[in-house]
């Protein structure tokens, strides 16, 4: 790779960091879309939803990712595009895991709760 390669991929993870930056500034600073995210994703059937989709797509960016990688290794493919999509990628696998299992403590949770509650007399 030229030192041009090297040079546009610094500037490709400098936007991509400006962006986290600028979405944890937002997520911070402006709780009415925090507690809007909290109450829309706070129903079981939502949560199942979003597990469902977001683990295959995680798993695709990983992917698509690694290659990208190995292809920028080669000389063919950007190295700053591929961490930005395993980045990416392993956040959302990270996130259905965690709804998954989440998902799966209310459950027995409730399950626990209905057998141990006393009903009144």
Known sequence: MSSRDYLEDILILAFFFLLVYA??????????FVSFLAQALSKPAIKALTSIV??????IFIAVGAKSIMSG????????????MIVIGVVLFLFSIYTVASLIYQAFRNFIEGLTSVGSP
């Open 23 to 32: 979405i944890t500034y937002l997520v911070v600073h402006h709780t009415e």
């Open 73 to 84: 290794v080669t000389g063919r493919g950007r190295i700053a595009t591929g961490f930005i």
């Open 54 to 59: 977001l683990f295959p797509i995680g798993i």
